[in-house]
């Protein structure tokens, strides 16, 4: 597997052959082959996943490692070149699939080992027809371009390959000539296009080509009319684009199927080709996916390589085969529905990436420079496997070490991803790859939020008058379709997003005025909504977020010997799970410095110059309150892992566990498992609930 990728061996391996290979036909980075998967037909492979996870990386990968040994294509549908028609160029006679179809073949038909170039006539001619039914008012330079490009689609490479070039200039002229001073230039346009494929230098798969589109529906046997009606069809737009479209995918798919046809071309071409399209949520992307997987439910054979990148979970391919990466290292056990076109599409989710892998691409990113042993494991659990957050902290770790002593100082910190562009904080180089643009700042206040009330009332005080309750909803499912749903408890599921939403939340403002209000409106919020036991925890988080620490303690002195022991330590981990960006002082007082008392607190350095209050136990108040503020400092994401503050964890718990018998054992557990978690880099996991008194939290 090439060194760039990590934790896809099931896609790239080569012993035993992984999906990529087994479909391909070759081994990555060689001309050699390899026994083919599916021999007779190809899943159409869909890779899924929100941002970050890899799928373009993925892709760029592919086409690196078959480049060259058989032919391949790579599009990105969110490319500029897809998003509107070029200058001068009507948007009847111009769509995104069709250009990508362009696009595709002139990347295909690039010469390979022991082979030549591809030609495309079938496809040539369907798009000349396309583009003539713009160039009503054209100028004669725009047709001469736009007929070169297409043309050229069909030159062989052989030693022909300069004449073939001269040729397509003829025949540009030659249509030139043809459409000028005429009524019926879309006519003389597909003449003259047909009359060259039958001329000159064309052979008898020309010819073929050439007949063609004789099937096309209500040609009545003639190319000229099935050509005429094709570009009717695309200029009518709508569902009559989507069938001339449909057809313009077919051209293509005939094309590479004649060129892999006959005992010469099959022994000279040992790979399938290969098409990657990255981005299949953005147009072309759902059109093509769509035209592929409906021929093939129809019986209309190719032998195509389709690998796509889409960003979500694929639900719109309903039928879909879906497996697991891992599930993939040896066979695909796909078998498509026959009467279902999506179920010919193999969905597979990128899976994140573990804590080896962060290990080594943290490794190879700061090489021999001296890095913090906890780094790599602090930098897992707050990415949570995201390889884009991985890479990123570990180019920012390589440029600020030594130095940084925390996450949260390389997330501030200033780093430069490439040689050519200026530096900016890593963490909005994140979220500018990780979110959608056009809706971070409202994205930035809802990170606060845990479901649609909340985030109704964060957007009521710190939103626009025009985002409102629908508002709310409608970026919930963006969210989904993003491939991050909300989970319980949280408005933005994805805690590595969230986190670096809530950090730009908190560095809006020089004094994080909005940081203190959304916090304080969520406070307002929960404390209207009664003293239920989920509002109150979601309460003193927020408390806790902006420094105020008594309401916390004093929550979790008097629910501990009346709740059951599971319930009170998931209140103790939720309530400390707030936000904590060094901006707080002893007393809670915001400021701009970057101390952090925790430390301080949980390690019992703070209780001599602490008044416990009136009423209350000493002894259990100042437990509660070292552990409250050890377990917030250790489940923090920003913050490397203190082992001095785990082995005061431990002791605390312990000593906790000798006051509530009924509870011991789970205490007892929480006491060597949260040290354990907090040490290795993984979220603290609550204890198996064999306590029968043990309640919710």
């Known amino acids: 597997m090439h060194r760039r990728l990590h934790g896809r061996a099931a896609l790239f391996g080569t012993d035993p052959a992984g999906l990529a290979p087994r479909l391909v036909g070759l081994r990555p980075h060689q001309h050699r082959a390899v026994s083919v998967e599916h021999p007779r037909e190809v899943p159409f492979v869909v890779l899924t996943g929100a941002r970050g996870l890899g799928k373009s990386a993925v892709l760029e990968e592919l086409r690196d490692a078959y480049q060259g040994h058989t032919p391949v294509a790579l599009v990105d549908c969110a490319a500029p070149e897809f998003a509107a028609p070029p200058s001068g160029r009507p948007a009847e006679a111009w769509s995104p699939l069709a250009h990508a179809l362009l696009v595709i073949a002139e990347q295909l038909a690039a010469p ?64 030139v000539t043809a459409v000028s001073g005429t009524g019926q230039l879309l006519t003389a346009a597909i003449e003259a296009t047909l009359d060259s494929l039958s001329e000159g230098f064309g052979n008898r798969r020309h010819q073929r080509a050439s007949i063609w589109y004789r099937d096309y529906p209500n040609a009545g046997g003639h190319a000229r009319r099935g050509l005429m009606l094709l570009s009717g069809h695309f200029r009518a737009g709508g569902t009559s684009r989507q069938h001339a479209e449909r057809y313009l995918v077919r051209a293509l798919l005939a094309d590479l199927t004649e060129a892999y046809a006959g005992v010469l071309p099959r022994m000279q071409r040992i790979g399938r080709p290969l098409v990657l399209v990255d981005n299949a949520q953005s147009p072309p992307g759902p059109g093509l996916m769509d035209a592929v997987l409906r021929d093939r439910a129809e019986d209309i054979a190719d032998q195509v390589v389709f690998v796509a990148g889409l960003r979500g979970t694929g639900d719109l391919l309903r039928s879909a085969v879906r497996r697991e990466l891992s599930e993939l290292a040896r066979r695909t056990d796909w078998t498509p529905d026959a009467g279902a076109p999506s179920s010919r599409a193999l969905l597979v989710p990128l899976p994140p990436l573990g804590p ?334 064999d306590d029968q008194n043990a309640g919710g939290a």
């Open 112 to 175: 390979v080992t022991g082979a030549g170039r591809i030609q495309f006539p079938r496809l040539m001619s369907g798009l000349v027809a396309v583009a003539a039914g713009g160039w009503g008012d054209a100028d004669s330079e725009r047709i001469r371009r736009e007929v070169e490009r297409i043309l050229l689609l069909n030159e062989s490479g052989s030693w022909l390959s300069g004449i073939a070039g001269r040729w397509a200039g003829r025949v540009a002229a030659n249509v």
């Open 356 to 689: 080896d892998d962060t290990l080594h691409i943290v490794g190879a990113a700061c090489g021999e420079l001296a890095v913090p042993p906890q780094l790599p494991h602090a930098t897992h659990r707050l990415t949570g496997g995201n390889p884009l957050g991985i890479t990123v902290l570990a180019e920012a770790a390589a440029q600020r070490q030594p130095g940084a002593g925390s996450l949260g100082e390389l997330l501030t910190g200033e780093v430069r991803l490439a040689q050519d562009q200026p530096g900016a904080p890593a963490y909005l180089e994140l979220l500018d790859r990780l979110v959608p643009a056009d809706r971070l700042d409202e994205l930035t206040v809802l990170a606060a939020a845990h479901d649609h009330d909340s985030a109704c009332a964060l957007a009521a005080v710190l939103l626009s008058d025009a985002f409102g309750p629908a508002d709310v909803r409608a970026l919930e499912t963006r969210l989904a379709q993003e491939g991050l749903p909300p989970t319980p408890g949280q408005f933005v599921g994805d805690p590595f997003v969230r986190t670096l939403l809530l950090l730009r939340l908190h560095h809006l403002d020089a004094d994080h005025a909005r940081w203190r209000l959304a916090h304080e409106t969520l406070i307002r919020h929960y404390a209207s909504a009664g003293d239920g036991t989920a509002g109150t925890g979601y309460r003193l988080h927020h408390q806790l977020a902006l420094g105020d620490t008594e309401p916390a303690v004093a929550r979790l002195r008097d629910a501990f010997p009346v709740l059951g022991t599971r319930g009170w330590l998931a209140a103790l981990r939720f309530v400390a799970s707030a936000p904590y960006f060094h901006a707080h002082d002893a007393q809670g007082r915001d400021f701009t410095g970057r101390g952090d008392g925790r430390a301080a607190v949980a390690l019992g350095r703070t209780d001599a110059g602490y008044d416990v209050p009136d009423g209350a136990d000493p002894t259990l108040h100042l437990r509660v309150r070292r552990l409250l503020h050890a377990v917030w400092q250790l489940s923090d994401p920003l913050v490397l892992p203190d082992s001095t503050v785990s082995d005061r964890l431990r002791f605390e718990l312990e000593q906790l566990s000798n006051l509530r018998p009924a509870g011991n054992e789970l205490l007892w557990r929480a006491s060597r498992e949260w040290p354990e978690d907090a040490l290795a880099g993984r979220p603290l996991r609550l204890p198996e609930d």
